[in-house]
T-cell receptor
Framework: AQSVTQLGSHVSVSEGALVLLRCNYS??????LFWYVQYPNQGLQLLLK??????LVKGINGFEAEFKKSETSFHLTKPSAHMSDAAEYFC??????????????FGKGTHLIIQP | ETGVTQTPRHLVMGMTNKKSLKCEQH?????MYWYKQSAKKPLELMFV???????ENNSVPSRFSPECPNSSHLFLHLHTLQPEDSALYLC????????????FGPGTRLTVL
């Protein structure tokens, strides 16, 4: 069974500072990894995903994440935080390597706070 | 309408009521999902439908009853719920062959009194 651990339920950074949200996973097969963002009163929106190939993945809104198999990590970064980045961020894993439709396993989420 | 829509957005019901949540996807996907999002807990997968067939029931109590009449529509029928069932219920869809990238609706905020 797979699992996801997000370190830090709340992360606070200053506007313009580096954003780093941590995610570690466990999976019995090569994983597919995702970062989603949730703004208040909205559903989840995909930021980026890793399936195969290049381990540094770029997503929307200037975010990127690096898959490190040796560390079983998929940390999310953004060089310069913007006030509009304040939201809840979820890391998720799927070990559905067979092309089927399985649900995702999510971490508990990290609430990102941007200080002016 | 585009993407994944859910109705109603907010629902308040008593423990003896019967209500239904509706989800519709306009993306041409063939898999649909129900998730439960409670405060301070990870999103919990409830049900998976693959080509209208239920392929996963994640030990969900029988007071939650899903229905998938076609690949575009998904319902969650609710009856005799408990206060601890109050949560945000999210619907998602995906294309079965697309690395399981899921697209989410805005959710229904359910309050059980």
């Amino acid at each position: 069974a797979q699992s996801v651990t997000q370190l830090g339920s709340h992360v606070s950074v200053s506007e313009g500072a580096l954003v780093l949200l941590r995610c570690n996973y466990s999976s019995s097969v090569p994983p597919y990894l995702f970062w989603y963002v949730q703004y208040p009163n909205q559903g989840l929106q995909l930021l980026l995903k890793y399936t195969t190939g290049a381990t540094l993945v770029k997503g929307i809104n200037g975010f990127e994440a690096e898959f490190k198999k040796s560390e079983t990590s998929f940390h999310l970064t953004k060089p310069s935080a913007h006030m509009s980045d304040a939201a809840e961020y979820f890391c998720a894993v799927s070990d559905d390597s067979g092309g089927g439709a399985d649900g995702l396993t999510f971490g508990k989420g990290t609430h990102l706070i941007i200080q002016p | 309408e585009t993407g994944v829509t859910q109705t109603p957005r907010h629902l308040v019901m008593g423990m003896t009521n019967k209500k239904s949540l509706k989800c519709e996807q306009h993306l041409g996907h063939n898999a649909m999902y129900w998730y439960k999002q409670s405060a301070k807990k990870p999103l919990e997968l409830m049900f998976v439908y693959n080509f209208k067939e239920q392929t996963e029931n994640n030990s969900v109590p029988s007071r939650f009853s899903p229905e998938c009449p076609n690949s575009s529509h998904l319902f969650l029928h609710l009856h005799t719920l408990q206060p601890e069932d109050s949560a945000l219920y999210l619907c998602a869809s995906s294309q079965r062959q697309r690395y399981n990238e899921q697209f989410f609706g805005p959710g229904t905020r359910l309050t059980v009194l």
